[in-house]
């Protein structure tokens, strides 16, 4: 790390204060991203980047953006639980709801959750902006009345 490291870490962390305070959440965003650069493990990553989301999320109504950074966060750590549940909480608007599924399935697939993997799918083919006619339809279906019936 050079000497300049620490100097621009400190500077990224007044700048964060700063504009939060003031709420100039577009500048903040710059500023996070930096951080994010800067940052000394996955762990640091996670905790900015997830700030990065929900600034905005929340601050800023970025939902194609804020779903981005939140995949970026499980494609470092699947199983992170803050990103998981904000997700599934936001999936219940109907807004990005597709987008939303299709970074929730693969990893509900994976770790086995077919009830939540049953939801996702039915969300999915309700919001998707064109019909559903590839390959992941009929593999979606067979999931679906899977999961359907387990839950009898």
């Known amino acids: 790390?050079?000497?300049?490291?620490?100097?621009?870490k400190t500077g990224w962390r007044r700048s964060n204060r700063l504009y939060t305070?003031?709420?100039?959440?577009?500048?903040?965003?710059?500023?996070?991203?930096?951080?994010?650069?800067?940052?000394?493990?996955?762990a640091q990553i996670i905790d900015l980047t997830f700030r990065l989301a929900q600034i905005l999320e929340v601050a800023l109504g970025d939902m194609p953006k804020?779903?981005?950074a939140y995949q970026d966060i499980?494609?470092?750590?699947?199983?992170?639980?803050?990103?998981?549940?904000?997700l599934e909480r936001v999936a219940g608007r109907r807004a990005m709801q597709h987008e939303i599924a299709q970074v929730l399935e693969p990893l509900y697939r994976a770790?086995?959750?077919?009830?939540?993997?049953?939801g996702s799918i039915r969300?999915?083919?309700?919001?998707?902006?064109?019909?559903?006619?590839?390959?992941?339809?009929?593999?979606?279906?067979?999931i679906f009345a899977k999961a359907s019936s387990w839950t009898r």
């Open 1 to 8: 790390m050079g000497e300049a490291e620490p100097d621009r």
């Open 21 to 42: 305070r003031t709420e100039r959440w577009a500048e903040l965003v710059d500023i996070v991203r930096g951080e994010i650069r800067l940052a000394d493990s996955d």
């Open 66 to 68: 804020a779903v981005e």
């Open 74 to 86: 499980l494609n470092i750590y699947p199983k992170h639980a803050e990103t998981r549940a904000t």
């Open 111 to 118: 770790g086995e959750e077919w009830e939540k993997l049953r």
């Open 123 to 142: 969300s999915s083919w309700v919001s998707s902006p064109t019909p559903r006619s590839d390959s992941g339809c009929c593999d979606g279906w067979r």
